[in-house]
């Protein structure tokens, strides 16, 4: 495949201003089954032949064009695939023009790939190529919050009860500066019941979470949810890191008396690098610095799971506190990760599990595309059957590095 620089250069198509600015208006309001009609029209204002939008399914292994008559891609082999685990542009020459396919990308978080056909790519071209992949991810962001026709186009299989209800509490799977980059995934993504993960930004703190409820029923999934909201109540509502963990004690014990969690909930400074943390009966995150996993760096005294009632409910939560340095990396994970077995019954096991991401990492690997070849590592460990739920969480500290003097 081309290298865009290497691209025949000819002049441009001089872009109809008016229509375009027509076509943004009408973008404000339009459907979202009409977005793909909309792409070919705004890419035909801007002076290029088509524009095809695809989106990554829940696994990340399909991009689904949003044009129900063409046939998915490959996430692993197909030049759309790659720029959606690069984040840069693919272009592929053919017969009949040429094909650069556009990373969709909302902040931090990969959606899919945009496929912008023209005749012959120039610089100008590949400019207005990534206007339009820029305009239609912050409209595919926008609107599918609200569709159920674009989440059902990322669906591959039916998805159960528990999970549809615990999906709609789910932030995005990637969130996040150039400080700092929070990314996520979960499995199996259509029957997940007690397992979830969160994360947010305020400001230039990070707050993370990570949630494993006692079962694996829709009970879990609401013990889950109740979980996540009260957290992110209290977050909201600006208490500290110990308030937030009581908030969700006593919500649990209030609503769902018979039912508990472990997890453990971060927040962490990006601009000073301090992180505090509080385990509540669940496996203690690992810090991974210099390409090696520091043993036992966030190791804490134990406290008992989120939500024990009466006399087993604890008197106060213990805050831990350290300081991260630039490139440190902070994992945070749920029991069956490690404990997946393959049909021998080996584990797939901490060594292995940490030893992916390190090697991943030094191989350039971008965080999220380390946890999506790492969880697929991980089902094809069990060949897809899930004894229990499989969360990872990983964020990574890559602090602006100060002016020159």
């Known amino acids: ?42 890419a035909s204002a801007l002076g290029l032949d088509s524009a095809l939008i695809y989106l990554v399914d829940l696994q990340q292994r399909l991009l689904i064009p949003l044009g129900e008559t063409v046939q998915p891609l490959p996430v692993d082999r197909s030049p759309a695939g790659w720029a959606y685990r690069t984040i840069s542009p693919r272009v592929v020459n053919a017969d009949d023009g040429v094909t650069v396919w556009m990373p969709l990308i909302d902040g931090a978080e990969r959606l899919g790939v945009l496929a912008v056909r023209a005749a012959s790519p120039d610089e100008v071209w590949m400019r207005r190529s990534r206007m339009l992949a820029h305009l239609f991810a912050m409209l595919i962001t926008s609107k599918r919050a609200y569709s159920d026709w674009l989440a059902g186009r990322t669906r591959t299989l039916p998805m159960g009860l528990p999970a549809e209800m615990l999906r709609a509490f789910l932030p995005p799977h990637t969130v996040g500066s150039r400080r700092c980059v929070s990314t996520a995934v979960l499995e199996p993504a259509y029957d997940i019941a007690g397992d979830a993960f969160d994360h947010s930004v305020v400001k230039n703190v990070l707050h993370t979470m990570i949630l494993d409820s006692m079962g694996h029923d829709l009970a879990a999934g609401l013990s889950t949810s109740v979980a996540m909201a009260a957290a992110r109540n209290a977050r909201r509502s600006g208490g500290a890191l110990a308030d937030v963990v009581g908030a969700v004690d006593q919500a649990l014990a209030q609503w769902l008396p018979d039912h508990f969690c472990t997890g453990v909930l971060c927040r962490f400074d990006a601009e000073t690098g301090v992180l505090r943390w509080v385990n509540c009966g669940h496996p203690p995150p690992l810090l991974i610095r210099a390409e090696r996993v520091l043993a036992g760096a966030l190791d804490s005294p134990p406290q008992p799971p989120i939500g024990l009632a009466g006399p087993l409910a604890p008197a106060a939560r213990q805050v831990h506190e350290t300081v991260l340095e630039p490139g440190d990396c902070v994992l945070l994970y749920t029991d069956g990760v490690v404990e997946a077995r393959d049909a021998d019954g080996a584990e797939f096991g901490l060594d292995r599990f940490t030893d992916f991401i390190i090697r991943s990492n030094a191989a350039g690997q971008r965080p999220a595309e380390v946890l999506r070849l790492l969880i697929h590592a991980v089902l094809d460990h069990q060949r897809n059957q899930l004894r229990d739920d499989l969360t990872i969480l990983l964020f990574e500290w890559r602090p602006v590095p100060p002016p020159a003097i």
């Open 1 to 42: 495949m081309s290298d865009p620089s290497q691209g025949s250069i000819g002049p441009a198509t001089a872009v109809d201003e008016n229509r375009l600015e027509e076509l943004i208006t009408e973008a404000q309001t339009a459907l979202p089954f009409e977005l793909p009609d909309l792409a070919d029209r705004c």
